[in-house]
């Protein structure tokens, strides 16, 4: 937190939220109220022109910065639990213009473009806690221990898949490449992905016990392991890290088509990239 007296006069808290993982898996962790709850405050001048940047929303660093600003008792944004970003983000969006998120939704039936408002209020109210336990004991009795994506983590991963579909494309529209060339580059890019993703995992096991009762935390030792293991039980852990890290908001709203009037249940997808436009 700045300890400038000016800054401290002026910027108070706006809201409080509780995010979905309970202020578990930070590293170092925030700084929760008496209730558990976390302060935001709203965006400054400053804020809202680095939103603006769709290269800073594209590679995290807008993010980041924001949540910095407007968050300043999470010490290290990159290692919030990515369950915990829409809770953060939606309660960041209310504290700077107001509990109503103007969202377009196309109905499943006539294709209709629908414009709505989504209550901040009511769904941040909808938080729901992690169900899934993050012990998983594989059949041969090792238990892994996980936790959820960081924020860093998933910005890594989605920026690496877009470079690789633009290199790709790229590879396929070029008149100059060879059949045996794509071939080799598209071998070396599945390989960088999956060596990429290998990476993600290990970051994201805390901890292997093996039957014997011995615990391993060594990453190096963990990676090497997850390079060893069967499929079904890499998937099995990669699932139950899926499971940690999906958004901790229900964002499913009965939703009616203004146009053919059609009732249905909506997914509200909430693209932080346009979610700053007050």
């Known amino acids: 937190m700045n300890d400038n007296p000016l800054i401290k006069a002026y910027r108070k808290p706006s809201?409080?939220?509780?995010?979905?993982?309970?202020?578990?898996?930070?590293?170092?962790?925030?700084?929760?109220?008496?209730?558990?709850?976390?302060?935001?405050y709203s965006m400054t001048a400053r804020d809202e022109i680095i939103t603006k940047?769709?290269?800073?929303?594209?590679?995290?660093?807008?993010?980041?910065?924001?949540?910095?600003?407007?968050?300043?008792?999470?010490?290290?944004p990159n290692q919030i639990p990515?369950?915990?970003?829409?809770?953060?983000m939606v309660g960041i969006r209310q504290a700077s213009y107001g509990k109503e998120i103007d969202i377009d939704i196309s109905c499943e039936k006539c294709n209709e473009m629908n414009s709505m408002s989504v209550d901040a209020n009511r769904l941040m109210a909808r938080h729901k806690p992690t169900e899934t336990s993050n012990k998983l004991k594989l059949d041969n009795d090792?238990?892994?221990?996980?936790?959820?994506?960081?924020?860093?983590?998933?910005?890594?991963?989605?920026?690496?898949?877009?470079?690789?579909?633009?290199?790709?494309?790229g590879v396929l529209q070029s008149k100059d490449t060879s059949e045996e060339q794509q071939a080799k580059i598209f071998g070396e890019t599945f390989?960088?992905?999956?060596?990429?993703?290998?990476n993600l995992i290990t970051n994201c096991?805390?901890?292997?016990?093996m039957p014997d009762d011995e615990v391993i935390d060594d990453k190096d030792m963990i990676r090497e392991w997850l390079k060893s293991i069967t499929k079904n039980d890499y998937e099995s852990i990669k699932n139950v890290i899926e499971s940690l890290s999906d958004?901790?908001?229900?964002?499913?709203?009965?939703?009616?088509?203004?146009?053919?009037?059609?009732?249905w249940e909506a997914d509200v997808d909430l693209d932080i990239s346009n979610f700053f436009v007050g």
């Open 15 to 40: 809201l409080y939220i509780t995010l979905p993982s309970g202020g578990e898996y930070y590293n170092p962790k925030p700084k929760l109220s008496v209730d558990g709850e976390l302060a935001v």
């Open 53 to 76: 940047s769709p290269d800073a929303l594209f590679n995290g660093e807008a993010t980041v910065s924001l949540i910095k600003s407007c968050c300043p008792d999470i010490e290290d």
């Open 82 to 88: 990515v369950n915990d970003l829409l809770m953060i």
């Open 142 to 169: 090792f238990v892994v221990r996980l936790k959820p994506y960081t924020l860093s983590e998933r910005t890594l991963m989605q920026i690496q898949q877009v470079k690789q579909q633009k290199m790709i494309q």
């Open 191 to 198: 390989v960088e992905l999956a060596d990429l993703t290998v």
């Open 205 to 209: 096991v805390m901890s292997v016990r």
């Open 247 to 263: 958004s901790g908001i229900d964002t499913r709203f009965k939703t009616v088509c203004q146009s053919c009037e059609h009732t």
